[in-house]
């Protein structure tokens, strides 16, 4: 039997009643790490003792960590970086019949290829602000658009096939800002549907001309010769791009 323990006046009247608590039943607010020679141990040395140790790990379960007063102290597992999903990049525009971009930056050598090929210069590598996409192959059509060869040399010339014929060739799609363009304003121009290498990319009704979406192959050619003041055409890349099955 638990003997009764007894309050002072004084601790009575400072209200400390939790004197009156056994021992046994008294525990910190806060939990710590053990301290050498903590008693709260099995073996009252601060540390658990190998038999302890064993002990412990044959009866609890596996799954669960070993902790001291709640606090976990298996090692923590190493990160495995491997399993993480590849960083979304900058959306570019690509050379035709590029794949899926995760698969491209992965296949993609750099080799420049591609480039050579073009006859027109469309293609160049991206520059280094652009991060991980630095030194692959893009268009931009303010310099230079593609003008949609009927062979593709680009393709034919990519021997890590992250170019394929099996990809349509879609690298993005154009938009007619109305307030923008001549023609929307009275102004007689057709130049962006007489230069277009797509035919039925673009229409033209009452002397104003439409992106066809569903057609047109975002090769950007309406942008380079837009002769606005600013320039009528907005160029969006293909956001998706099909993906090649691995081998």
């Known amino acids: 039997m638990t003997p009764r323990r007894k309050i002072s006046r004084r601790d009575l009247l400072q209200g400390k009643l939790w004197k009156l608590l056994a021992p046994a039943k008294h525990k910190p607010l806060v939990m710590r790490y053990p301290r050498p020679g903590d008693l709260s141990l099995p073996n009252g040395s601060g540390q658990l003792s190998e038999a302890d140790n064993n002990h412990q790990n044959s009866e609890a379960p596996k799954t669960h960590p070993r902790t001291i007063g709640g606090i976990a102290i298996d090692p923590v597992a190493p990160t495995r970086l491997s399993g993480r999903a590849t960083p979304r990049t900058i959306p570019v525009f690509r050379p035709p019949g590029a794949i899926e971009e995760r698969q491209f930056l992965?296949?993609?050598?750099?080799?420049?290829?591609?480039?050579?090929?073009?006859?027109?210069?469309?293609?160049?590598?991206?520059?280094?602000?652009?991060?991980?996409?630095?030194?692959?192959?893009?268009?931009?059509?303010?310099?230079?658009?593609?003008?949609?060869?009927?062979?593709?040399p680009c393709i034919a010339a990519c021997e890590p096939g992250v170019l394929s014929h099996s990809i349509p060739i879609v690298m993005g799609t154009a938009h007619i800002t109305q307030h923008l363009c001549l023609a929307h304003h009275g102004t007689t121009c057709t130049v962006c549907s007489e230069r277009c290498p797509v035919e039925g990319a673009i229409e033209v009704t009452l002397g104003k001309p439409t992106v066809r979406e569903e057609i047109c192959t975002g090769c950007g050619v309406c942008r380079y010769v837009c002769p606005a003041p600013e320039n009528a055409v907005l160029l969006m890349p293909a956001f998706s791009r099909p993906t090649l099955p691995e081998s």
Do not use: K, Q, W
Not at 114 to 140: H, N, S
């Open 106 to 152: 992965a296949g993609c050598t750099r080799c420049g290829d591609c480039i050579t090929a073009c006859p027109y210069d469309a293609i160049r590598l991206a520059p280094e602000r652009l991060g991980a996409v630095a030194g692959t192959p893009i268009i931009e059509a303010d310099n230079a658009a593609c003008l949609m060869c009927s062979d593709f």
